[in-house]
């Protein structure tokens, strides 16, 4: 795959309409959400390849973040396959029943959500090889469904209507949106697009931007942009956006780790269409004997948003006590650009050691490593993306970076 202007290494100072490009762009936050779960669509076909490289006109970097900034899709559908993998731990299912403790879902005291909540669904994402159907008929009409195995979980916006069907459990969730046309901003990413607006927040003077060649994806000619960190100590390698020739949509994403190996986040489209989607696909009757849960319903509920038998806002107050955590105090940013850390301190409640904590300290620590510094000691939790320092004295320190630089950050501070 021969590079289309290979010497094409951008700046954010380079171009004037590079910067309103990128304004207009959604902006990238590493996925911490994706790590989410501490921290949010495409194990795709054999990388990024139908049959062979199609013979495009060359473009700039900034001709294509310009083309993607504009591209204005508002009828499609097809089909996107997504697949995670951050490299977390196996904790043997224990993992499982975090999640539902934190989202309030069944077995969690909060059974009031349901299977069928999207806040609670959409969450398998953030792991493992996903197969997703979706369709789009302007900014009121909007389809996603997640394929299991004999089962199907759809989310479904029509109008002011926003409705969620787990077919496996039967189970229903209904709200209302204002209205208005500006919807709410997705919690999980769901599709090459999602990621591709979030990355492209990261284009500033600490990256590199350049166009590396073309190729196919779902039948469609596409360009190829590459995204780099300039700097040393990310843990991001690169990200490689696949983007329509005709469209400037997005049709796949993939975030590779500096330490090499599979793509943490690989997502893409199999199939797509951009004629517009039948009206019926949009329409939703709840299943005769399906259990409806309203979305005022479960935001009323005293059990909605507890945490392993506590309530969030109750546990978040009481990091605001006396030497707790204040808005005033944290969290901070350390660094500038992709190694940019986020810091703060809890007050003194740090990791439990195996001595204070019993089995559940020595537990969490078995999962991270130890180190010393002169910040003193604690553990770093790694993944092949998002890293956590967590001192012994209650100081955090997180980002996309790797466990040296946090330990160089935790130092500086003192």
């Not at 989310?155 to 077919?167: A, M, N, R």
């Not at 590199?208 to 000619?221: E, H, L």
Request: proline share 5%.
């Amino acid at each position: 795959m021969a590079p289309i202007d290979s010497d094409d290494n951008t700046t954010a100072g380079a171009d004037g309409d590079l910067r309103t490009g990128r304004r207009r762009a959604a902006r990238y936050v590493v996925p911490v959400t994706v790590m989410g779960v501490a921290a949010a669509t495409i194990g795709l076909v054999p990388a990024l390849a139908d049959s062979g490289d199609p013979d495009l006109p060359k473009v700039t970097a900034e001709q294509l973040i310009e083309k993607i900034a504009k591209s204005d899709v508002q009828q499609l559908s097809g089909t996107v396959r997504i697949s995670t993998d951050l490299g977390l731990p196996d904790l043997g299912g224990l993992e499982s029943g975090l999640m539902s403790g934190m989202s309030g879902s069944p077995g969690s005291g909060g059974d009031e959500e349901g299977s069928a909540d999207p806040s609670v669904k959409l969450t398998e994402l953030v792991s493992g090889t996903h197969t997703l159907r979706v369709a789009a008929d302007g900014p009121d009409r909007q389809k996603l469904s997640l394929l299991e195995n004999a089962a199907e979980y759809s989310l479904i916006h029509d109008g002011k209507d926003v409705w969620g069907y787990d077919s496996k459990s039967n189970e229903v969730y209904h709200s209302t949106t204002s209205g208005s046309v500006e919807q709410p901003e997705q919690e999980v990413p769901a599709t090459p697009k999602d990621f591709a607006d979030q990355a492209l927040k990261a284009v500033d003077d600490t990256t590199s931007v350049t166009v590396d060649g073309t190729a196919q994806v779902a039948g469609r000619d596409a360009y190829r942009l590459v995204i780099k960190p300039k700097q040393s100590g990310s843990t991001v390698g690169a990200i490689s956006v696949a983007v329509d020739a005709g469209t400037g949509m997005p049709l796949k994403f993939t975030l590779t780790p500096a330490s090499g190996g599979a793509a943490v986040v690989d997502a893409g489209f199999t199939q797509v269409s951009f004629a517009k989607p039948d009206a019926s696909t949009f329409d939703f009757t709840p299943p005769k004997g399906a259990k409806v849960t309203e979305g005022d319903e479960v935001a009323k509920a005293p059990e909605h948003g507890r945490v392993a038998g506590g309530d969030l806002a109750e546990e978040l107050d009481g990091l605001k006590e006396p030497g707790g955590l204040t808005e005033e105090d944290g969290p901070k940013v350390i660094g500038e650009g992709w190694n940019a850390i986020a810091a703060f301190d809890t007050g003194g409640q740090g990791l439990p050691t195996a001595s204070a904590g019993g089995d559940l300290g020595g537990f969490l620590g078995s999962f991270g490593d130890q180190v010393k510094g002169d910040f003193g000691s604690g553990t770093v939790f790694k993944t092949r993306l998002v890293n956590a320092l967590i001192t012994d004295d209650g100081k955090v320190y997180a980002g996309a970076v790797t466990k040296d630089a946090l330990v160089k950050a935790a130092d500086a501070a003192q």
